[in-house]
Nanobody
Framework: QVQLVESGGGLVQAGGSLRLSCAAS????????MGWFRQAPGKEREFVAA????????YNGDSVKGRFTISRDNAKNTVYLQMNSLKPEDTAVYYC????????????????????WGQGTQVTVSS
C-alpha cells in the first residue's frame, strides 16, 4: 500500500510559477512510476505528466508541454511538478498518482493505469 500527500498549490498570477510536491510512503518509491493529473470544475480528469521509476523517462500532456516539468527524488520519496508560464486554464485540483507495476518500461499516461491517488492540491491562476 502507498500513501501520497501533495503540497505546494496556491494562488498565482498568470505567467507565474509554482512547484508541486508529492511525498510517498509505503512501498519502495524507486520501484514504481508516478504521474500528475488535474481536474477543473465541470471538466474530466486530464493527464498532466508522468515519470518512470528511475526518473529516466518522462512524458507530458500536450497542454503543458514546454511549460511543466516532472521530476523525482528517489532518496526523498518525492515527485515534483514544476509549473512555469502558468495560464488561467491551468486552474484545477492537481493529483499525484502511483502506478505500482514494478519497473514498468512504458510511462503510464492513463488514469486507470494508476493504483493510488493523493487527496489533491488546488492551483488557481488569476488573469
Amino acid at each position: 500500500q502507498v500513501q501520497l500527500v501533495e503540497s505546494g498549490g496556491g494562488l498565482v498570477q498568470a505567467g507565474g510559477s509554482l512547484r508541486l510536491s508529492c511525498a510517498a510512503s509505503g512501498r519502495t518509491f524507486s520501484t514504481y512510476a508516478m504521474g500528475w493529473f488535474r481536474q477543473a470544475p465541470g471538466k474530466e480528469r486530464e493527464f498532466v505528466a508522468a515519470i518512470n521509476w528511475s526518473g529516466g523517462s518522462t512524458y507530458n500532456g500536450d497542454s503543458v508541454k514546454g511549460r511543466f516539468t516532472i521530476s523525482r527524488d528517489n532518496a526523498k520519496n518525492t515527485v515534483y511538478l514544476q509549473m512555469n508560464s502558468l495560464k488561467p486554464e491551468d486552474t484545477a485540483v492537481y493529483y499525484c498518482a502511483a502506478d505500482l507495476t514494478y519497473y514498468r518500461g512504458v510511462v503510464p499516461t492513463e488514469g486507470d493505469e494508476y493504483d493510488y491517488w493523493g487527496q489533491g492540491t488546488q492551483v488557481t491562476v488569476s488573469s
